[in-house]
């Protein structure tokens, strides 16, 4: 039997600082917020939080620009209380995971602005090109795109400075070996403290290999050059040998334009380099090319990648929602007649996959999409990418805010709801960001008072997970997928569980060979499954001991 690690027990949840709880009345989320709410965490049954960035930052991407790693954004609090939660939630059994964004920093870090500098030792920490040096010093080195919009080069008094993201997030360059070691420093600072481990943010494409032309026409122009590079591999390595070994912490990446093959290689236990990856592939069945071109949800799309995932990946991480992403149920549920049904059938999809969970906060009591119903509501940095396809493919108004409603960032960022008000703040402030007005109905406090509510069934299951060897351990595999049917089983040691669900608004008739057995968790409470005759409910989902 294989022996599995601590964080391929537990179960993430990831909070995003600025929108999770607000301690001191300025509308903006704070680590105190956190502390405070540590024992619901506990109900919840998670062990372990990842923190999304809470350090120093000018916030041009609320926080994946960071302007020095090893100080704590004073919106957010101080060291004192950095240190104080990660001890709290210690006693607790909990760990915190921090957010590594290496990719970039801010072009208000110190190493940038000494960059500036043509005769700074820093002046190689990123990527500049003088115009002196380039045939025609008026056209910008390369044709590559950047992920928000417009070319990746900016101008500075007389060269240009590589940004993959924003101007405001200026590339570090991994060919210099101070860069490295001053990574490897930023890690072990952390570690020391007493966090358990990295996602990695855009991890893939830290090392670039050249600085030419891209060809590709689909994807990112210019991605082939820097997409997870034999170099970006060999820092993996490097960074885990000489600093993460040394602790009892893990990885998570976060691989941009990441397929099966790319989150393969990057996470192969052989390789060591990290312990597992996201992969998006599932969520984007609903973009038709990128995600400004959403098109109908087809649950047997996802269904097909999911297979493929569980089969080919060692270690998935599990994930249907984040920061960047919409809310689930909005996505692909039924928000309007079956809101806690199809809330249900993700948590039982999720939690019964093979690989890490991670839940999303707000996901645990059904959040959904945010109404913001003007293209002015909306503030995100990448805004800028919508606006230029907007602007060459002639795209309307109605087209931009429906692109946006569907597929903004902003959707999941929205304030955590914990009361019928709101009760983000203590007082009534006006938030960051805009709370979702059906905070009357969907919150904390409604949500632990019913037992049939989302966020029990979440408790409910990962309890079960946590208290199955099966859904930890064993082996998946594929039963059926069909237009609105998925079901699997997981496998160990001759045991079966089987997992049917009904991704769909119709009563579905389901049968299927030698499956039978009692019901261990079901999202209608159902008690008992006869193969062959069950008609399963819009999206019901169940859980089977298989005795066939
Ligand atoms: C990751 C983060 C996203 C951020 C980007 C640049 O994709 O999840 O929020 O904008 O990296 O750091
Ligand atoms: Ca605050």
């Given amino acids: 039997m294989e022996q599995l690690k601590w964080f391929q027990k537990a179960v993430v949840y990831q909070i995003y600082p600025r929108s999770f709880k607000d301690s001191n009345n300025d509308g903006i989320g704070d680590l105190k917020g956190i502390i405070s ?53 210690k006693k607790r059994g909990i760990r915190i995971v921090m957010d590594l964004v290496i990719n970039h920093t801010s072009h208000e870090h110190e190493w940038f602005k000494q960059s500036m500098d043509r005769n700074s030792p820093y002046r190689d920490y990123y990527y500049w090109v003088e115009k002196s040096d380039l045939a025609k010093p008026d056209k910008v080195p390369n044709n590559w795109d950047s992920v928000f919009g417009g070319s990746v080069w900016e101008e500075h008094d007389g060269a240009y400075y590589l940004h993959l993201f924003s101007k405001q997030q200026p590339d570090l360059n991994f060919h210099n070996r101070k860069v490295i070691e001053e990574v490897k420093d930023i890690i072990e600072f952390w570690l020391k403290k007493g966090i358990s481990g990295f996602r990695c943010d855009v991890i893939n494409v830290i090392s670039k290999e050249s600085l030419e032309n891209g060809k590709n026409k689909i994807a ?57 990856a996201f992969s998006f592939e599932h969520l984007e069945v609903d973009n038709f090319l990128a995600k400004w071109f959403p098109i109908k949800f087809k649950p047997k799309k996802m269904m097909k990648v999911i297979n493929r995932q569980q089969q080919e990946i060692e270690w998935n991480a599990l994930c249907f929602e984040n920061h960047d992403q919409p809310r689930i149920i909005s996505r692909f549920g039924d928000p309007e007649k079956y809101y806690l049904e199809s809330g249900k059938l993700f948590a039982l999809l999720q939690l019964t996959l093979r690989g890490t969970p991670y839940i999303f906060q707000g996901q645990e009591i059904g959040m959904l999409n945010a109404p913001f119903n003007k293209i002015s509501d909306f503030k995100d940095v990448e805004l800028a990418t ?65 037992p049939d509510s989302i966020f029990s069934f979440y408790q409910k299951m990962i309890a079960l997970r946590k208290n199955s060897p099966i859904l930890l351990e064993g082996t998946f595999e594929p039963i059926l997928v069909s237009k609105n049917v998925y079901a699997y089983k997981r496998v160990l040691d001759g045991k079966e569980l089987v997992v049917i669900l009904n991704i769909s608004n119709q009563d579905t008739k389901v049968k299927l060979d030698r499956v039978g057995g009692k019901v261990l968790a079901s999202t209608y409470n159902r008690l008992v499954y006869e193969n062959g005759k069950n008609v399963l409910r819009p999206y019901e989902g169940l859980i089977l001991e298989n005795d066939f």
């Fill in 220 to 276: 990112l122009k210019g991605s082939e050059h820097y997409d997870t590079t034999e170099g970006c591999h060999r820092i993996l390595k490097e960074l885990r040998r000489d600093v993460l070994d040394k602790y009892d912490a893990f990885t998570i990446g976060e691989p941009m334009l990441a397929n099966i093959e790319t989150i393969k290689s990057l996470t192969d236990a052989k390789n060591h380099e990290l312990d597992m």
């Fill in 37 to 89: 709410r540590l024992d619901y965490l506990k109900f919840l049954g998670v062990d372990v939080l990842w923190l999304s960035p809470v350090y120093a930052s000018p916030n041009f991407d609320l926080g994946y620009d960071i302007s020095d790693y090893r100080s704590i954004n004073p919106e957010y609090g101080t060291m004192k209380e950095m240190e104080e939660l990660i001890s709290k939630a």
């Fill in 386 to 450: 919508l606006f230029q396809a907007a602007k060459k493919l002639h795209f309307s108004d109605k087209y931009i805010l429906n692109a946006l409603q569907k597929r903004g960032r902003e959707n999941g960022r929205t304030p955590m709801q914990w009361t019928s008000e709101g009760g983000f703040s203590e007082r009534e402030v006006e938030p960051w960001i805009m709370m979702n007005p059906n905070t009357e109905k969907i919150n904390v406090e409604n949500n632990l008072k019913d």
